[in-house]
Structures are given as C-alpha cells and as structure tokens.
C-alpha cells in the first residue's frame, strides 16, 4: 500500500494509525500490520526519526552475569525515588525478548567471537550495553526496520502535520486531521486506534543533540485533546555534547566514558570527582550539573573529554570519530570540547502499563510517553528499550481495545486548508522560543526564569493562536509544549533529578509523585508512588 493510493477519508480505513517514524513507532505499525490495517503519518520523510541518531545503545539484561533484578535496581536508582516500580518491572523483564525480536527481523548487533558484544556506561552496574555499527545502534535499527516496513502493506502518509486529533460522540480518539506541508492540503484519517510515536522535544532549546523535527508537537496534540501529560519538568541534558563554533551540538556518547575517556577541564583536572565518587560513570544528572557549575565558575564555554586512554577509540566510535575529524579534531589524541545540551524529554503523554494515555482510544509510546520508567532521570540507553518494550505493548492494547468497543461515529471535518507561503514572523517566534527556554528552563532554574520563559510561551501561543501558515501551525505546537515544561517546572519547587532548581536545592517529600496536567483540571501530584 504506497502513500500514492491511501484512501486517508474512508471512515474505518485503518485499524491503527500510527503517529511518528522514530524505532518507537515503526516497531507499533510491524507488531500491528500481520493482522491489521495499518497507516503511519510523519512530519518529514519515514527516514527522517530522532531514533537514527542515538549512539549510545539498548540496555537489555541478555549477558550471563546480569539479570532483570539487577537492571531494575540501576533503573530504579537513576530515577530519583519517582520511578513506577511495575512499569520498570516490565521494562526489564519484557526487555530481552524485544530485543530478541529486533534480531530476529534483522537487526545486526556487533558481535565477538559469535556473542553479542556488551559495553557498561554511567550508572549501570554490568555491562548491557548492545550496540550496532559501533556508535550507529539507531541508525542501524531504525534502517532495518523501514526496509521491513515498506515491504509490507502499511500506509506511508509523508510530510505532514497533525492538526488535531478527532473524537467520536464518547470521546474516543477515533483518527486525525492533518495538513500537507507542501501543499497546504488539509486531510482526515479515520482509524480504530491512534498510537503517538512523534518524539521528544529537545529541539525548543537551542543547543541541543536532537534534529529539526523534535519540537513536541505530540505533546500538544495530546493535551488539546485532553489527555493527561506528567513530568514535564524532567528534560535531561547530555552532559557531553561537541561544543565547537560552527559545528552542531553533536552527541558524544556515554559509551565512550564507559570505555575510559575522562572529563578535564581547561587546566586538564577530572573535576567530576569533586561532586561524585564514581566520576565520569556517575547519572546524567549528576555530571550535567557538574559541568555546568564549573562552566559557570570558570566563566568557559566548555570543558573537554579526553579519550586518549581508549584503545582503537576511533574504530569503536566511528561516526563520532568522523564528525569530529570534519572540524580538525583526532578524538584519539585531541581533546573534544563539551558542554551539556537539550537530549531527552522524560515526561510527555502519561501511559499506564499497556501504553493506552487517558483518552480512549490513544496510545503512546517512546520518547512522548511519560511510562513511569525513567523518574527523575533517564537511565542511559534505557530509551530505545522502553521504545520497543512499549510500543508493542500498545499495539496490542490498540487492536485489542477497538475490537472490544468499536468507534462511534465520524465527527465533520474541522480543519480549514492550511497555507505553505513561508512566515517569517512565525521562524523568528521559534528562535524566541528557544531562547526564552534555554535562559529560562535550562540545565539550572529559578522562579523567575522559568516565569519569564512561560510568559513569552503564552505571548507566542496568543500570536499564533489564528494563524493557519503551517510555520505558526508548529510554532503553536511547539509553544504549547513548551508551556507545559515550564508549568510544571515552576510547580515543582524542589531539586529532583534532571529538574534543578538553585531557588530550592533540595529533594522535599512533598513532591514524591507525577506532578500531572490535563487541559480541564489543570496540574496536581499524584502521589501513588
């Protein structure tokens, strides 16, 4: 089925559609598409998915020295205190036959001697690390499964953005309307179920690992439709991100601390030790911050890792190899220049254990999904798990939900054609966005700069608010995913985590739970923790 020939008007044209290209929703429309009539809908091209870039690795309990009880304890002492016990307990126990799936539909781990080659990185205990073309585990997944997607009879709808979400006469998501980004076109799919798979938003901060399509339009499509959203607050910051005038914010992965590179300053000191025992495999949390203070004490732009010490490092890490070789830097004799940068939103779309979010009818899964597995700070290379664990889980829950209540109904249309001429005005709100965010709802916070981040969210939401250019479609979008992260930012007043705040250093029993928001009844803490 091409793109070409998919009747997207056809009420119960498609059993699920899926929303998102990334590892998360592909692996929803294969587990789906044997036994249902699948559509996936991007905003760019189906190759075109945050997943590609990830680095670093699935962490999944296979090696013979590790168990489930053992990832679980490092997933539960990343999180903070606000992991989900039972969802993590899924994670990990589910996470080995996923990955024994990805294997069996193609994926080409690296190997030694014919074993599946395990690397550690910060705040695992074990090696469990599986990687693929060295530092290309993303790509490598991602690559394999749209080869096996497009050989199979799934929807392909390219290039378009998602207007809203549609529901029936009981409130059931039932499909969505969305716009041509090329042509302005407005169009409706009608489907049983509806899986979100669309991402992060890492993108609303200017210096960031993530690509141009990660601004969280998910985010507020789910809120507008009034699901609940949790935990917006937790944005993680990839301590070690190339920091270079004229480069982009390239990741440089946990793995090559977990292999031996060290974090020096300019004087060449491991400076990491000061704040924590274990140095460059302390959490994410832990060494973002770090950096981030002696960036401030030293009034530098960046601190450097040294992977001097790591045999055959470019070898094991080519493309990290090759990307710093693109601006000058052998990364096995020069120091690499770093600084935090925006990677990974943890909160998003909250799921219970099967991935159905509070609307009947929508799911979510990956990086959109607040699942409960990640608390207060990611565990590395935990993301790609949750991914597939998750999106299996909510196909499933999707296909099995519509047979058991079928949708009611097909609303009329409510989109008005979108227009495509450029808008300038719309691109300059977007750089105002990310600026207002990164002063205001970065690394390290206050009262008064997450208040005036979410001032100037609300001023472009109110700009944008009638606007049909696509530009002010997804600034609007982006706006209001952005309010939310600062919302919940400025209600939690604690430092938990990823989410710091210099006005209140410290952790407070008070705010042990999901911190949740819903359109109708505002945000609350949900405490069953």
């Known amino acids: 089925m091409s793109a070409a020939r998919v009747d997207t008007n056809v009420p119960g044209g498609f059993d699920l559609v899926v929303i998102g290209s990334g590892i998360a929703g592909l692996c929803a429309a294969l587990v789906a598409a044997p036994r249902a009539r699948v559509a996936v809908i991007t905003k760019g091209r189906l190759e075109d998915g945050c997943s590609r870039w990830a680095q670093g690795g699935i962490a999944a309990a296979v090696g013979d020295d590790d168990s489930a009880q053992q990832h679980y304890d490092d997933t539960i002492a990343a999180g903070r205190g606000l992991c989900h016990p039972e969802a993590v307990r899924v994670l990990v126990e589910e996470g080995p036959a996923r990955v024994r799936q990805l294997i069996d539909w193609g994926v080409g781990f690296d190997t030694q001697n014919g074993e599946l080659l395990l690397a550690r990185e910060a705040a695992h205990s074990r090696p469990r690390i599986l990687h693929a073309r060295g530092d290309g585990t993303g790509l490598e997944i991602e690559t394999t499964l749209i080869t096996r997607l497009r050989a199979l009879d799934v929807g392909v709808m390219e290039h378009a953005h998602v207007d809203r979400l549609v529901a029936d006469a009981d409130g059931r998501c039932i499909g969505l309307e969305w716009s041509d980004v090329n042509t302005g076109a407005s169009q409706r799919v009608v489907a049983n179920g509806v899986v979100l798979a669309s991402g992060g938003a890492g993108r609303l901060w200017p210096n960031t690992t993530n690509p141009e399509t990660a601004t969280g339009d998910g985010v507020a499509l789910a809120y507008s439709a009034g699901a609940d959203i949790a935990g917006m607050e937790f944005i993680q910051f990839h301590p070690t991100a190339l920091a270079l005038e004229g480069a982009p914010r390239f990741l440089i992965s946990e793995a090559v601390r977990g292999e031996g590179a060290v974090v020096v300053n300019e004087a060449g000191r491991r400076f990491l030790f000061d704040t924590d025992a274990r140095g460059e495999l302390a959490g994410r949390d832990v060494v973002s911050r770090a950096i981030w203070d002696e960036l401030r004490r030293s009034g530098a732009a960046h601190v450097y890792l040294d992977c001097s010490a790591v045999d055959g490092v470019s070898v094991r890490f080519p493309a990290i190899h090759r990307t710093c070789m693109q601006y000058g830097l052998d990364i096995s004799r020069d120091r690499i220049p770093i600084a935090p940068a925006a990677h990974y939103m943890i909160g998003g779309v909250r799921t219970d254990l099967r991935g159905a979010s509070t609307v009947p009818g929508l799911y979510a899964c990956g990086e959109i999904a607040s699942s409960g597995v990640h608390g207060a700070n990611r565990l590395a290379s935990n993301s790609l798990l949750e991914s597939v664990v998750f999106a299996d889980r909510a196909a499933n829950a999707a ?48 009262a008064a700069g997450i208040s005036s981040a979410l001032d100037t969210c609300g001023e472009l939401i109110d700009m944008t608010t009638d606007d049909r250019s696509i530009a002010a479609l997804q600034l609007h979008a982006a706006a209001t995913t952005a309010s939310l992260v600062c919302t919940a930012a400025l209600a939690r007043a604690e430092t938990r985590g990823c989410h710091i705040r210099s006005d209140h250093p410290n952790s407070s029993d008070e705010w042990h739970g999901d911190l949740v928001m819903q359109k109708q009844r505002g945000a609350h803490v949900d405490h069953h923790i």
Not at 413 to 439: C, I, K, M, Y
């Open 399 to 446: 296909l099995t939900d519509a047979a058991e209540a079928p949708p009611r109904g097909v609303p009329a249309s409510g989109s008005a054609p979108a227009e495509v001429a450029d808008d300038e005005r719309a691109h300059r709100g977007f750089a105002r966005l990310q600026t207002a965010l990164w002063n205001g709802a970065g690394i390290v916070r206050d």
